[in-house]
């Protein structure tokens, strides 16, 4: 399979007389890269993961290396392209260890005999610093633990494209930053694609390598994120007067000064 990433064209969605996103043609998303979809609340980040994972009626024509994700039934798109939303279903009374198994029967991958599918499930497990989380149940589950074995479910089923809605919005300061760190690493030795819907703009400058910018469902701007995330785009976007500055460690961060009335 050819590893020519990610193509969406012609991204529409609508729900009765309101258009949410407006025929959006993005550049390719290419494999091996973590791309940021940034913009205010309302913007459409959520839908356009939605409408790229096939969750909701879109005129999107999706390629990922080659395969035309949009004519294939859901249940054969899901092995390919994994949607994590930020809302993850209601939990239910099975043990840590057995959702990941599971998960991977579902995405139709291939047995290799039981032990071999337990310790990957524990490899798994042990890349987010939660193994010791196995053998509990999920309903007893904190929405922070909830939310690392959902993304450690996701990276199990191993596809070719990850999109994660607001992956870090449960989680606290130090996994936030360990689970992008995991994503960068684990999305560049794959070479897969990975979209995340992030609001910390100094995550998203530090830790993705490129970024789209939307507001209103359409795009505003995209490129490599230490060149999108700038004063002049911050202020269009977000209404604020913001600084992009650089730390002792030569690191870019942004500081925000206010908002525009």
Same mark, same amino acid.
């Given at each position: 399979?050819s590893?020519?990433?990610?193509?969406?064209?012609h991204?529409?969605v609508?729900?009765g007389?309101?258009?949410v996103?407006? +025929?959006?043609?993005?550049?390719? $998303?290419?494999?091996g890269?973590v791309c940021?979809?940034?913009?205010?609340n309302?913007?459409?980040?959520?839908? $356009?993961?939605?409408?790229?994972?096939?969750?909701?009626?879109?005129? !999107? *024509? *999706?390629?990922l290396?080659?395969?035309?994700?949009?004519r294939?039934p859901l249940?054969?798109?899901?092995?390919?392209?994994?949607y994590?939303?930020?809302?993850?279903?209601?939990?239910?009374?099975?043990?840590?260890l057995?959702?990941?198994?599971?998960?991977?029967?579902?995405n139709?991958m291939?047995?290799?005999?039981?032990?071999?599918?337990?310790?990957? !499930?524990l490899?798994t497990? &042990?890349? $987010?610093g939660i193994?010791?989380?196995?053998m509990?149940?999920?309903?007893?589950?904190?929405?922070?633990?909830r939310q690392? %074995?959902?993304?450690?479910?996701?990276l199990?089923r191993?596809?070719?494209?990850?999109?994660?809605?607001?992956?870090?919005?449960a989680? +606290?300061l130090?996994?936030?930053f360990?689970?992008?760190?995991?994503v960068?690493r684990?999305t &560049?030795?794959?070479g897969?694609?990975?979209m995340?819907?992030?609001?910390?703009?100094?995550?998203a400058?530090?830790?993705t390598? +490129? &970024?789209i910018?939307?507001?209103?469902?359409?795009l505003i701007a995209?490129g490599?994120?230490?060149? %999108?995330?700038?004063?002049e785009?911050l202020q269009?976007?977000?209404g604020?007067?913001?600084?992009?500055?650089t730390?002792s460690?030569?690191?870019? $961060?942004?500081? %925000?000064?206010?908002?525009i009335d």
């Amino acid at each position: 399979m050819s590893k020519s990433g990610l193509s969406a064209r012609h991204v529409s969605v609508s729900y009765g007389h309101r258009t949410v996103l407006h +025929d959006l043609n993005p550049a390719p $998303f290419p494999c091996g890269r973590v791309c940021a979809l940034l913009g205010p609340n309302g913007s459409g980040k959520s839908t $356009f993961l939605r409408a790229v994972a096939g969750i909701v009626p879109s005129p !999107a *024509i *999706i390629t990922l290396n080659g395969m035309e994700l949009s004519r294939m039934p859901l249940a054969r798109r899901t092995r390919h392209c994994v949607y994590l939303p930020q809302a993850l279903p209601a939990p239910v009374h099975l043990q840590v260890l057995e959702s990941l198994i599971a998960a991977r029967h579902v995405n139709g991958m291939q047995a290799m005999g039981k032990t071999g599918v337990i310790d990957e !499930a524990l490899e798994t497990l &042990a890349t $987010f610093g939660i193994e010791d989380l196995a053998m509990r149940y999920m309903d007893e589950l904190s929405g922070g633990q909830r939310q690392l %074995v959902g993304l450690a479910q996701a990276l199990g089923r191993r596809p070719d494209a990850l999109l994660l809605d607001e992956p870090l919005s449960a989680l +606290d300061l130090h996994h936030q930053f360990s689970v992008m760190a995991i994503v960068r690493r684990t999305t &560049a030795a794959r070479g897969i694609v990975t979209m995340i819907v992030l609001h910390d703009l100094n995550i998203a400058v530090r830790m993705t390598d +490129d &970024a789209i910018i939307m507001r209103d469902g359409r795009l505003i701007a995209a490129g490599p994120s230490r060149t %999108v995330i700038s004063p002049e785009l911050l202020q269009q976007t977000y209404g604020i007067h913001a600084r992009v500055e650089t730390c002792s460690r030569g690191e870019p $961060f942004v500081m %925000v000064d206010g908002t525009i009335d």
